[in-house]
């Protein structure tokens, strides 16, 4: 763990995790991954293997830093993406005390609907989301990404249009509302 400044106007402090030097605890936590969510990370696909390492340290360290506060800390996490999820699920299935927001751009199935010659938008009511993640070869990431939308307090997209993704393809409405039903295991 790395502390510092970030260079940039008001010099907000920043907390750096470095994911090579805990390597070593990659197969103990993706079979924790699978034994609390049930989801599985091809050994091959080392940007979902980073996410996992990642994701382990955020979970680990805001757990430490809610651990060592004085009287009851006041946390929020606010995770982007889907190579960010991972700390936020492990955050909830922890119960860490972690007001937890997670924040899509575009949803990463969504991105490899457009790139494919499907007509994306007029048809996103109707596509089978396990069997196109499955078909491009994602579904691990977007079981991530799903996870994290369900199990986020708070899911937020940047426009209407990540909105009516999230929506059809992660089956979470933006919003504060409770999840319909949290993934397995969480």
């Keep these: 763990v790395h502390f510092g400044r970030w260079l940039i106007e008001g010099s907000p402090a920043v907390v ?13 936590w993706k079979g924790e991954l699978w034994e609390s969510c049930a989801i599985g990370i091809p050994w091959y696909d080392r940007e979902a293997n980073d996410a996992v390492l990642f994701g382990f340290l955020v979970a680990w360290f805001l757990g430490e830093f809610a651990a060592q506060s004085e009287g ?7 995770f982007h ?23 899509t751009h575009a949803t990463l199935l969504g991105r ?3 790139a494919g010659s499907v007509d994306f938008y007029n048809n996103l009511q109707n596509f089978d989301v396990d069997k196109e993640a499955g078909e491009r070869q994602i579904y691990h990431r977007y ?7 369900h199990c986020a307090h ?14 059809h393809l992660l089956k979470r409405k933006p919003g504060g509302d409770p999840p319909p039903k949290p993934p397995l295991g969480v």
């Design 112 to 114: 490899y609907l457009c």
């Design 81 to 103: 993406e889907w190579l960010a999820g991972l700390g936020l699920v492990l955050s909830r299935a922890r119960r860490l005390p972690v007001a937890t927001i997670f924040t």
């Design 143 to 149: 079981c991530l990404e799903r996870a994290a939308a």
């Design 16 to 28: 750096l995790l470095d994911v090579g030097a805990t390597a070593w605890s990659l197969e103990r």
């Design 154 to 167: 708070v899911l937020t997209t940047v426009s209407h249009v990540p909105a009516a993704e999230a929506e």
């Design 72 to 78: 009851r800390p006041f946390i929020v996490g606010h």
